[in-house]
């Protein structure tokens, strides 16, 4: 069974531009999480779908960021325009059902604001 | 080896010996517990995972123990080796909360000597 998958693994842009990530969750898996790590940071939380539904979007920093899951598969999340402090690595998660099961986590992507 | 809660970012011990990670949480309400091993350039790995009612889990060479007394949470490691090298998280899960949102501690390194 494949794990997680996510693309890039690496985007260096400059602050005022878009960045698109993706992540392919686990075969199935109807519960989808984005977190990011912040350099020398814990990992934070972000959202959480439930299919193509936002179950909890508390983490969102603000309005630059959206996150999106159509049809219930992979997700996107865009950061429009992009600021220094969104430098990070951003993870994404995916279990199989309810918000009791394990997590699993992909490689994540690492993000570098100009 | 053993470090002390959230606070001690790094552990060194010598191959062979038992590790000792600690973690002091911050939610009297959690419900979940769970450890995650992040090598460097991979996304976190789940370890082992614990409910609230109970206060000890063991896995292949790990050991999770839980006191809600004092909300603490330690991952115990069994004749370390060089390849348990890498950042160990814990994390916790809100019971109150209908997601499955992850808090994560900051993380601690663990470097084995050979």
């Known amino acids: 069974e494949a794990g997680v998958t996510q693309f890039p693994s690496h985007s260096v842009i400059e602050k005022g531009q878009t960045v698109t990530l993706r992540c392919d969750p686990i075969s199935g898996h109807d519960n989808l999480y984005w977190y990011r790590r912040v350099m020398g940071k814990e990992i934070k939380f972000l959202l959480h779908f439930v299919k193509e539904s936002k179950q909890d979007e508390s983490g969102m920093p603000n309005n630059r960021f959206l996150a999106e899951r159509t049809g219930g598969t992979y997700s996107t999340l865009k950061v429009q325009p992009a600021e220094l402090e969104d430098s990070g690595v951003y993870f994404c998660?995916?279990?199989?059902?309810?918000?009791?099961?394990?997590?699993?986590f992909g490689p994540g992507t690492r993000l570098t604001v100009l | 080896g053993e470090s002390v809660g959230l606070h001690l970012p790094t552990l060194s011990v010598q191959e062979g010996d038992n590790s000792i990670i600690n973690c002091a949480y911050s939610?009297?309400?959690?419900?979940?517990f769970i450890w995650y091993k992040q090598e460097s350039g991979k996304g976190p790995q789940f370890i082992i995972d614990i409910r609230s009612n109970m206060d000890k889990r063991q896995g292949q060479r790990v050991t999770v123990l839980l006191n809600k007394t004092v909300k603490h949470l330690s991952l115990q490691i069994a004749a370390t080796q060089p390849g348990d090298s890498a950042v160990y998280f814990c994390a916790e899960r809100y019971g109150s909360s209908n997601t499955g949102k992850l808090i994560f501690g900051q993380g601690t390194t663990l470097q084995v000597k050979p």
């Open positions: 939610n009297s309400a959690s419900d979940y």
């Open positions: 998660a995916s279990s199989k059902r309810g918000r009791t099961d394990t997590q699993y």
